[in-house]
């Protein structure tokens, strides 16, 4: 204290003869504002006091201590016109109290140490401006020791460490104001319990630990959020001992920070949050039972910028709690939900989830050794006036550990699993997505399942486009390893149409199993099994109400004695119903089956008159290969039913993966590639050689202008088989072929006349049975408003349009279209080298990184490209041009989209984190060839200016290298969006 406000000391010291009350009130006014201290006792006889008062100019301060047995009461406040503190304390067996109050008209506080038994009670309050802070602790019978501090001034804040042992304890710690009020409680019925509270203006929080059966809480709420954590534990008569160790914080102010960290065992253990902002809302609900050992479960959420962001971690050994989470979106159209229950020895489970103005999104990770999960995680969207629905449920037994993913933006929900095997298992899952009406659906069971990884997916979408809305859902399972056995189908479902597919293998062997569903205009399902199990069998069908129009059925098995060293098999089907650019209702199946084997079967088999009947069979007593492809098709205008032998091929590969695959994939030593499942690719062009042995697996769809159903020779040119190979190759159903891009994807072909109406036919037909991707390795030099139409409902169904930038002069000086159209995907052509190629048509870039219409996006390999060619036509072969880039940009985009497929990226998605990808590879130099000189005198009228005025000096028979490209340049767009496997 200063000497110099100091004008009274008055020291005290208490003996009681005999118990009584005492009241004692001080008061001090100055240039330090007026203060009053105000006491009240009543005290056991054996109780003694002392006490030690100061005054100053408006100043109070004070310490005193008090011991002693019986009941006590002891009593103090502070106040001035801004503020009122007190403490309250009481306790009837014993007593021990060292205290300190200080304070002048603008502020005080108040500290005190406090050791009492018996019944006891401990209070401290402080009020401010409006504010108002409550602390206090108390036990019916037992044991109490707590030191409590408060402080009042423009704000009020409150400490507590309290240890309580005994029966009926609690601690609490709140606040109010007139924008909200909090409070964090602990209580047990009988036992201990240990806490470190603090509140404040706007928070509250708390380190609490009980034993024994009791609660604690946490809660906070102002006008526009709220946040509330409780945890119980109960005692049911069981064998677990009753305990819990938590943090717990909850805060207010126009966001709600809240938080919860949870150790706890006992008979029965319950966590329940419920947060409420404007950004969003959280519900989360944990409860089990018979928790001998401690579970732990940790989770925070806090408010930055538009956003909240919540985490949490839950880890233990044993059964784990049964967890329930709600996450909404602040304007209630938005949600996702996550459920887990289970056990695992140990377990454990960590994620996030951000909510807003108008998406929800949850991300997890789990795993469970020797144990069992089930889980469950959905989103929920009301998009356009409809509801969009996905989902995704997993049961497991044994050790399993993954990712789990909810998604609700204002464009999609996706639901999704990636997870991985690594001891015995079993496991069951399924996926399913709505929009509409139309949906899509897939599920597995895997029984012995063991290295092994598996994916689920479901999502839907709806986009308002030219005041039409337009419906998207997919479903998707992959599934890769060794298993005693495994099933899967898929289904879709488009307004009274069907397509389903089914798969498995029933005697133990390793494998990859993939089915998948999808609707736009369409229901298309499909189903691809690749095993060396010695029984397996795949089918699909199509239809419409409850009739089966379209199916066909393949199956593998060994015989006495035999082996199946490799069975593949790739189904596929679609209902498309007539509609406003489709003039007739098709039902389509196709199916592409190989086999490896000794004594043993392969069947085909194609639906008619309601029942399965055999269309080929394939044995033999010894070694054997045989790939077959087939068609059942029925369509308002004819019925095509076709089977086709695949014969061993007479040539291989030189390169096995070609220089301009290994370019994009940043290697020069690639020895296979892989990636693209779960996304469906399509290409306008002349065809492709569907017997190919590197694209017999992987082409789905066939068609052209007079609709579905291919033939013999189903690419006379060969131009379409280079381009599918590029993207699709995926070595050969006998390993020994080529690959390309993406060679775990789907292709669909359609076989154009060039007219721009037959090519906008492609792209609808494309569009309505699900591609993600269209590439087109063509270009005229005029626009179409068909063409435009066709490519504009394209991309409002989130496809991505690939085109070549076309092959400059004389046909194409400047970009050709559909590559100039705005939103395409225009790609130019470099060499082996990374220079770009002098003949590559150019675009009017305006150097600003964002493509735009008339302007290309991308360079890519186009220069002596080696790839796929019509088995009646060689084989294989070299060619060059834009039509050679676009695909190795078609087929890097279904690489990468596989990868991100199960978070929900769309065409966007993959176009920007591929133009981030090609800035790290800016192509600078154009190479001149000598050929240039033949074409000098088409460049001579575009000789004064932009790219020509350039290059057209150095068109003179020989080779120069020119650097006269830099960012986002004329010829390569942006660079090369090269990646790596």
């Not at 499909?526 to 393949?554: F, M, R």
Request: with cysteine; hydrophobic share 30%; glycine share 12%.
């Amino acid at each position: 204290m200063d000497p110099g406000r100091c004008v009274l000391l008055i020291a005290v010291l208490i003996l009681m003869p005999t118990a009584c009350a005492i009241s004692v009130s001080y008061a001090s006014s100055g240039y330090g504002g007026s203060v009053t201290l105000s006491e009240s006792y009543e005290l056991d006889t054996s109780t003694a006091l002392s006490e030690s008062t100061g005054l100053g100019q408006g100043s109070v301060e004070q310490t005193k201590s008090a011991s002693g047995t019986g009941t006590n009461r002891i009593s103090t406040s502070i106040s001035s016109k801004e503020y009122t503190a007190g403490s309250s304390i009481e306790s009837t067996s014993s007593l021990s109290l060292s205290s300190a109050v200080a304070g002048d008209g603008s502020g005080a506080g108040i500290s005190q140490a406090l050791s009492a038994s018996g019944s006891v009670s401990s209070s401290l309050k402080g009020v401010s401006g409006g504010l108002e802070a409550v602390h206090s602790a108390g036990v019916e019978s037992g044991l109490l020791s707590s030191a409590q501090s408060i402080g009042v001034g423009k704000d009020v804040s409150a400490m507590e460490s309290t240890r309580i042992a005994g029966i009926n304890g609690y601690v609490s710690a709140g606040f109010s104001s007139k924008e909200g009020a909090g409070e964090v409680a602990s209580a047990v019925s009988q036992g201990a319990i240990c806490a470190n509270l603090g509140s404040g203006s706007s928070a509250v929080y708390g380190d609490l630990a009980l034993s024994g059966p009791g609660s604690l809480t946490a809660s906070a709420s102002d006008s526009e959020s709220s946040s509330k954590h409780e945890v119980i534990i109960e005692d049911e008569g069981g064998d677990a001992d009753e305990s819990a160790s938590t943090m717990l914080l909850a805060a207010t102010g126009g966001y709600a920070l809240s938080g919860t960290s949870l150790s706890a065992t006992g008979d029965q253990v319950s966590l329940s949050s419920v947060i409420s902002n404007p950004k969003g809302s959280l519900i989360t609900k944990e409860a089990q039972s018979g928790v001998s050992k401690p579970m732990s479960s940790q989770s925070i959420g806090i408010a930055s910028g538009s956003s909240v962001t919540t985490t949490w971690s839950r880890s233990g050994r044993g059964r784990m709690s049964s967890i329930s989470s709600t996450y909404k979106s602040t304007d209630g159209t938005k949600s996702v939900s996550n459920s887990v229950s289970g056990s695992g020895y140990p377990y454990s489970i960590a994620g996030s989830a951000t909510y807003s103005q108008s998406s929800a999104a949850m991300y997890q990770t789990l795993s469970s050794t020797n144990g069992a999960l089930t889980t469950s995680q959905s989103a929920w969207s009301w998009s356009n006036g409809e509801e969009l629905r996905a989902a995704s449920t997993l049961s497991s037994s044994g050790t399993i550990s993954g990712t789990q993913i909810a998604i609700s933006d204002p464009v999609k929900v996706i639901s999704s699993q990636s997870l991985t095997v690594t001891g015995k298992a079993t496991v069951s899952s399924s996926s399913r997505a709505s929009s509409n009406g139309d949906s899509s659906s897939t599920s597995a069971s895997v029984s012995g399942a063991s290295k092994m990884s598996l994916t689920a997916l479901a999502d839907a979408s709806n986009t308002r486009y030219n005041n039409e809305l337009y419906h998207r859902t997919g479903a998707f399972f992959d599934s890769s390893g060794y298993a005693a056995s495994i099933k899967a189908d898929s289904s879709a479902s488009y307004l009274n149409n069907f397509a389903r597919s089914h798969g498995e293998w029933t005697k133990a062997g390793s494998g990859e199993l993939t089915v998948s569903a999808e609707t736009v205009k369409s229901a298309v399902s499909d189903v691809e099994i690749k095993t060396g199990s010695d029984a397996a069998l795949s089918y699909t069908q199509s239809g419409t109400g409850s009739t089966v129009k379209s199916g066909l059925y393949t199956y593998a098995a060994k015989r006495s004695g035999g082996d199946v060293y490799l069975y593949q098999s790739h189904l596929y089907s679609h209902a498309y119903p007539n509609n406003d650019h489709h003039s007739m209702d098709e039902y389509v199946s196709t199916a592409s089956s190989a086999i490896s084997a000794k004594k043993s079967d392969m069947k085909i088999q194609q639906w008619e008159n309601g029942k399965w009947v055999a269309a080929k069979n394939y044995y033999s007593s010894g070694s054997y290969t045989a790939a077959v492809r087939a068609n059942d098709i029925l369509t308002s205008a004819y019925k095509w039913d076709r089977l086709w032998e695949a014969q061993p091929r007479s040539k291989t590969p030189y390169d096995r993966v070609p220089w301009g695959v290994e370019y994009m994939y940043s290697s020069s030593s690639l020895s296979k590639t892989y990636g693209g499942e779960g996304i469906d690719v399509a290409i306008i062009d002349t065809g492709a050689d569907t017997l190919h042995p590197d694209l017999l697996m992987r082409i789905e769809d066939f068609a052209d202008a007079y609709g579905p159903g291919e033939y013999t020779q189903s690419d006379s040119h060969g131009h379409g088989t280079h381009v599918a190979g590029t993207i699709v190759a995926d070595g050969g159903f006998d390993g020994k072929g080529i690959y390309g891009m993406a060679p775990e994807a789907d292709l669909r072909v359609y076989s154009t006349n060039f007219y721009y109406s037959d090519v906008a036919s492609g792209i609808y037909r494309a569009t309505d049975l699900g591609a993600e991707i269209i590439s087109m390795s063509l270009g005229g030099s005029v626009e179409s408003s068909t063409l435009n139409s066709a490519l504009d409902y394209a991309m409002a169904n989130g496809v991505l349009l690939v085109a070549a930038a076309g092959n400059g002069l004389p046909d194409n000086p400047t970009m050709a279209t559909p590559a100039r159209y705005p939103g395409v995907v225009g790609v130019g052509a470099i060499d082996s080298s990374g220079n770009a190629i002098w003949w590559s048509s150019p675009g009017s870039n305006d150097g600003d990184y964002v493509p735009e219409g008339n302007e290309v996006t991308f360079g890519a390999p186009g220069v002596s490209v080696y790839s796929t060619y019509p088995t009646y036509k060689g084989y294989y072969t070299t060619m060059s041009g834009t039509s050679m880039a676009a695909p190795h940009i078609a087929g890097t985009a279904a690489s990468l989209w596989s990868r991100y497929l199960i978070y929900g990226d769309g065409a966007n998605d993959i176009r920007n984190l591929m133009i981030n990808c090609a800035k790290q590879n800016d192509v600078k130099t154009v190479k001149i060839t000598p050929d240039a000189v033949w074409y000098r005198s088409y460049a001579e009228p575009y000789s004064n200016s932009g790219y020509y005025s350039s290059i057209y000096p150095y068109m003179s028979g020989s080779t120069y290298y020119l650097n006269i490209l830099q960012g986002d340049d004329v010829l390569t767009g942006v660079g090369v969006p090269r990646i790596s496997l």
